[in-house]
């Protein structure tokens, strides 16, 4: 009878040799071609208004020169474990729009990966995310830090479309997702798409099996990312440029806060004067007779507080604002009384009003009249 030992040797001996795994040589790519003429994106893009949109310089470049970027990750976190295994990027050629994919089919892979974007990203003049500056791009450079390549992450003027997109959309969108921007703004529709929260999932199946149907979808998801943010720049650059141009009332009144916050008040009154219309009537009034007041302008901002007043709009804020400007700037201490008693009727009714404060107003403008 064979002891345990012997077994053991037996078993050993009859058991095939494990095949070493074959070093990785590269990562895999895949390429679209998208015919010029399926997009308007013009052959040059002025720096005033790239600047206009960021906030930040912004040189004029050829849409050449952009490298459109989108990451597939296995997670949401920038910590050591998230690794980007496929990275997207687009470009306009001659020929088309590009789309070339980097995928890595196990993690010996990630080096070739980010070798192939390092010389993307050297090429291109100006980077363009969606989400980019907080997410996809601090995570590569972790990955090439972690990687020991550290040295190839350069880093490139960089056009984040979220949050463009959020000072323009989201007061009337509310969500501001590239899926709701299709549909919404581009008027496209995904069929059969892979939700984002599913792709770590899919992913991790596929190394698990080898089975490359589970990444056909991801593929796909991520190459329309890329398609999407090109039709994206054009759009935001048409409205940053011409604001009257946009569809909504609500996305003008943004657009002039937009043009307000770079010191381009003549431009945002043009924007708050076509908004004057709907729902954003009140906020487009308010910021426009505020924006006249801060320019000592205190004839256009009376007329504009004045216009709110007979309208019912705003409460007692244009009430209270003419008080001051009749009491200040006209020097019509009875029109300032009569402007603050209105306000005082008017907040009676609403709770949360700083009643104290505008009978304080009332009774100083009274003794002020006896004086005078």
């Given at each position: 009878m064979l002891s345990l030992r012997d077994k053991l040797k037996a078993t050993a001996s009859s058991a095939k040799p494990k095949q070493a795994k074959q070093a990785a040589v590269d990562c895999m790519l895949r390429e679209t071609?998208?015919?010029?003429d399926q997009f308007a994106l013009p052959r040059e893009l002025p720096g005033e208004t790239l600047t206009l949109m960021h906030g930040a310089e912004f040189p004029t470049c050829r849409r050449e020169d952009i490298c459109f970027l989108d990451t597939e990750t296995t997670g949401l976190s920038h910590g050591a474990g998230t690794v980007a295994f496929l990275v997207g990027v687009g470009y306009f050629t001659a020929d088309g729009f590009v789309v070339r994919?980097?995928?890595?089919?196990?993690?010996?892979?990630?080096?070739?990966?980010?070798?192939?974007?390092a010389a993307h990203m050297a090429q291109s003049k100006l980077l363009c995310?969606?989400?980019?500056?907080?997410?996809?791009l601090p995570l590569l450079e972790t990955r090439f830090t972690m990687q020991r390549m550290r040295?190839?992450?350069?880093?490139?003027?960089?056009?984040?479309?979220?949050?463009?997109a959020r000072r323009v959309w989201k007061l009337r969108l509310k969500k501001c997702?590239?899926?709701?921007?299709?549909?919404?703004?581009?008027?496209?529709?995904?069929?059969?798409?892979?939700?984002?929260a599913l792709v770590p999932e899919r992913y991790?199946?596929?190394?698990?099996?080898?089975?490359?149907?589970?990444?056909?979808?991801?593929?796909?998801?991520?190459?329309?990312?890329?398609?999407?943010?090109?039709?994206?720049?054009?759009?935001?650059?048409?409205?940053?440029?011409?604001?009257?141009?946009?569809?909504?009332?609500?996305?003008?009144?943004?657009l002039g806060r937009v043009y307000e916050k770079r010191g381009r008040q003549e431009g945002a009154r043009m924007c708050y004067r076509a908004a004057d219309q709907g729902s954003v009537s009140l906020l487009a009034r308010g910021r426009m007779a505020d924006s006249y007041?801060?320019?000592g302008d205190w004839q256009t901002a009376s007329q504009v507080y004045g216009k709110m007043i007979a309208d019912r709009q705003g409460g007692i804020g244009p009430l209270i604002a003419m008080a001051k400007i009749s009491e200040h700037k006209a020097k019509d201490i009875p029109a300032a009384?009569?402007?603050?008693?209105?306000?005082?009727?008017?907040?009676?009714?609403?709770?949360?009003?700083?009643?104290?404060?505008?009978?304080k107003r009332y009774q100083r403008l009274l003794l002020k009249a006896r004086k005078e």
């Open positions: 071609v998208t015919p010029l994919q980097y995928l890595m089919r196990d993690y010996d892979e990630e080096i070739f990966l980010l070798d192939k974007v995310t969606f989400n980019g500056a907080t997410f996809d040295d190839r992450y350069e880093k490139k003027p960089h056009v984040d479309l979220l949050p463009i997702n590239l899926t709701s921007l299709e549909e919404a703004v581009l008027g496209m529709t995904r069929v059969d798409d892979l939700p984002g991790f199946s596929f190394l698990q099996t080898r089975d490359f149907s589970l990444l056909t979808d991801i593929l796909d998801h991520n190459a329309q990312d890329i398609v999407s943010l090109a039709h994206i720049l054009d759009r935001l650059m048409r409205l940053y440029d011409a604001p009257l141009l946009a569809a909504a009332p609500e996305d003008v009144f943004s007041r801060r320019a009384i009569e402007y603050t008693r209105r306000a005082i009727v008017l907040a009676a009714d609403r709770p949360g009003s700083d009643m104290p404060a505008l009978q």
